[in-house]
């Protein structure tokens, strides 16, 4: 496997094999984290987060709706945010996703309805007037929003979050590599993808079967797609059905893993740092917290890469 000799760093079969992978991979994740604090002072970052802040957090059961209405919908916003804060329009003819908006305004401190309510009500509180009534939620109705597909107009900024380099045949070695991680895997059309703007995904592929399945969506840039595999590989070893850790810390190991190993087999994944950065919650020094899990999940990987490559060269 030409990928993995290529690599500017190997691991010869010897007593001290176990410590100096392990010596390594503590290296690479301290330039991890190095490189997660740099992407979080630049202004490049800093720029993307303004943008991402003005971007509504939708309730469960609001992406529920948004998700049903529109799978691939990655980014949604109402017709007058999309003009006002981010000099985008509404292209004509587009459908609206359709969610469920708060409707705030005055409202009785004794039944809590709004003015018009409170008339037609039993309540009799009369102690203040309706004007000196303080705001509240009242109640919930439609509301048209869409997704940045549906628009046109200024491009947001975007993080260079892509590994790049000689990729060679990573890619099949990994899909190959499948059946030793008791994973299913598929590389998914681009006009086939139904998970919107993700590119990967792990899920269970039936109740009946319980192995994991990795679908990642195909493109051309063939040393992120190895990347995007390596990281839904991670989520299958350390998350599926068996871990309850919260979603940024899951993250954090998946990238992590895809990180070293990609690094391990010769692809330039310093993307990884924006992606880490991304997920603003968690404090960059969690990836050292997490580092047993993280290096003991990329040297299965490695070891099983490294055995395809002997049994491909006898």
């Not at 100096?20 to 490049?44: K, P």
């Not at 971007?55 to 949604?76: G, M, W």
Request: glycine share 4%; aromatic share 8%.
């Amino acid at each position: 496997m030409s990928t993995i000799s290529d690599s500017s760093v190997s691991f010869e079969q010897t007593d001290t094999r176990s410590e100096e992978m392990h010596s390594t991979i503590e290296q690479w994740i301290d330039e991890l984290v190095a490189g997660v604090n740099d992407a979080q002072a630049s202004d490049e970052f800093q720029e993307w987060l303004d943008v991402q802040s003005r971007f509504h957090d939708y309730s469960y059961r609001n992406t529920l709706l948004i998700k049903r209405q529109c799978p691939e919908a990655s980014r949604v916003a109402g017709y007058r945010t999309w003009q006002e804060e981010f000099d985008r329009h509404v292209q004509e003819g587009e459908s609206a996703i359709w969610i469920w908006a708060p409707t705030i305004t005055k409202q009785c401190p004794e039944c809590e309805n709004s003015p018009s309510y409170h008339d037609q009500s039993d309540c009799e509180y009369d102690e203040t007037p309706p004007e000196e009534w303080s705001k509240g939620l009242v109640g919930f109705k439609p509301a048209p929003v869409f997704d940045i597909a549906q628009t046109e107009g200024e491009s947001l900024p975007e993080l260079d979050r892509e590994a790049t380099g000689d990729s060679d045949d990573l890619v099949p070695q990994l899909t190959d590599a499948a059946d030793e991680l008791d994973v299913t895997v598929r590389v998914v059309p681009q006009e086939e993808w139904t998970h919107g703007a993700a590119k990967g995904v792990c899920e269970q592929l039936s109740l009946i079967d319980a192995q994991p399945i990795v679908e990642v969506r195909d493109r051309a840039n063939e040393a992120d797609l190895a990347r995007t595999l390596i990281h839904e590989y991670a989520h299958a070893l350390l998350h599926f059905d068996v871990d309850d850790t919260e979603r940024s810390k899951r993250e954090v190991e998946a990238e992590a893993v895809a990180y070293v190993v990609g690094r391990y087999c010769g692809l330039d994944t310093s993307g990884s740092a924006f992606y880490l950065a991304a997920w603003e919650s968690d404090d960059p020094a969690v990836v050292r917290d997490r580092l047993d899990r993280i290096s003991r999940t990329a040297r299965e990987l490695i070891e099983v890469l490294e055995d395809r490559d002997s049994t491909l060269r006898t």
